[in-house]
């Protein structure tokens, strides 16, 4: 009854690192979730019905096989992805499993074996599952929690299981037993409140995201109603002044015209739009961004010179809305209170250069710049994410600290 109870408590384990396996490699799902989670109940009711009834090799394999690529399925329609998918997550748990079986225990088709090898088996999976995930996270350059820490998890457990298997050889094998489910409990456990400390991160990541996002788009909206109050008001006027400058053109003075024509052109600028390339996403940042730095800074100097229509804004804001955040939150900090902000495209060459001054108190870590934010635990991806955008268009970044100035240079090649 046991062994029962312990290969179904494994198939729902096993199930569920199928479910992982397969988000590892096909990350979005255009299944909702109800029929995903009702899709892999069912597989897991047959296969464990499957193995419980017929204890044939061949045929728990081709349930396997069929469960995996209905679930695949699910998720892709891509033949490719398909068959690497499928056959991958197979053979990775098939391998395993002749690591825990075939090695310590003689097996012959149809035979049933002691379930503590099958503990064993699904701990390994484990294991494979984070090196997996590992694997696809550093091909991506994700930022997500450090994951290869949780293999000492399972790893620790095949351990265990394997010295109390030693210690119990010739004695009663309860307390093996006991331990395995225990040790294959706590491991499932481990792994499911590790995958809702990712999605908790990741929703307080995109909340903050949201949050800035809408501060912006706020920001730029009373720059363009400003801009428009002043728009009618001088159409408004106009008559009034086209009859002073009629005026003054028949008298003859021609500086007097010049400087009127100056005084309305002054009065049409808005001192909070510094940004002006017909851009709305980067202007709607840097305008933002820069009007925050006028308001808690001394000094900030400021060139822009971009093209309406440079691409990719999404990655360009990423670049300077990390780089300003971290410039400015230094510089409040100082006596000088000084930025320097130069943004500039010239023939396919994207140059951003950024002049703070700031404390001079640096953290590293294998040269690497740490954050020196009080609240570092929700810091400190703003620097790596500006490090794989300059990586993906093979660009520069230079990171320079000179005294009491910190000076930050990028080059990206957009052409």
């Known amino acids: 009854m046991i062994d029962i109870f312990i290969s179904i408590l494994t198939n729902f384990v096993r199930v569920y690192l199928y479910y992982k396996f397969i988000s590892v490699f096909l990350e979005h799902s255009n299944v909702s979730r109800r029929k995903e989670v009702l899709a892999y109940g069912v597989y897991f009711l047959v296969s464990s019905a499957v193995y419980l009834i017929f204890h044939q090799a061949y045929i728990n394999a081709i349930c396997s096989i069929a469960g995996l690529s209905i679930l695949v399925l699910m998720r892709t329609r891509s033949i490719k992805k398909y068959v690497l998918v499928t056959f991958s997550v197979y053979f990775i748990n098939l391998a395993c499993d002749v690591i825990a079986i075939l090695i310590f225990v003689d097996y012959e088709d149809g035979e049933t074996f002691n379930q503590i090898y099958a ?3 699904i701990l390994l999976v484990f294991i494979c599952e984070l090196l997996a995930e590992r694997i696809m996270i550093h091909r991506k350059k994700a930022n997500a929690i450090q994951n290869l820490p949780l293999i000492l998890v399972p790893l620790s457990s095949v351990i265990m299981i394997l010295f109390l ?18 040790l294959l409990i706590i491991n499932f456990l481990v792994f ?4 809702m400390i990712i999605q908790a991160f990741s929703e307080k990541y995109e909340k903050e995201m949201l949050r800035r996002q809408i501060q912006i788009y706020a920001n730029e909206l009373d720059v363009i109603m400003h801009s428009e109050n002043k728009v009618k008001s001088l159409r408004h006027d106009m008559k009034y002044h ?13 500086c007097a015209v010049s400087k009127y024509i100056d005084s309305m052109e002054n009065f049409l600028q808005n001192p909070d739009e510094i940004a002006s390339s017909g851009n709305t996403e980067i202007d709607s940042l840097l305008n933002y961004m820069l009007q925050r730095a006028k308001n808690i800074l001394t000094t900030v100097h400021v060139k822009i010179n971009l093209p309406e229509d440079i691409f990719p804004t999404f990655d360009i804001n990423v670049i300077l809305g990390n780089l300003l955040e971290n410039a400015i939150d230094a510089a409040r900090q100082t006596e000088e209170k000084f930025l320097e902000v130069l943004v ?11 002049n703070n001054s700031f404390s001079g108190g640096l953290k590293m870590d294998r040269h690497k710049f740490l954050t020196t934010k009080k609240s570092g635990g929700d810091h400190g991806i703003g620097l790596t994410s500006v490090k794989q955008i300059v990586e993906k268009y093979n660009g520069i970044l230079k990171i320079d600290p000179q005294g009491n100035l910190f000076c ?3 080059k990206l090649y957009l052409s």
Do not use: A, M, P, W
């Open 242 to 254: 086209l009859n002073e400058l009629r005026y003054l053109s028949e008298k003859g003075e021609v």
């Open 119 to 121: 503990v064993l088996e």
């Open 165 to 182: 298997f030693h210690l119990q050889i010739d004695k009663d094998k309860t307390v093996v037993i006991v331990s395995c489910v225990g």
């Open 408 to 410: 930050v240079k990028v």
């Open 344 to 354: 500039e495209y010239k023939q396919g060459v994207l140059l951003i250069k950024i």
């Open 192 to 195: 499911h409140l590790y995958d």
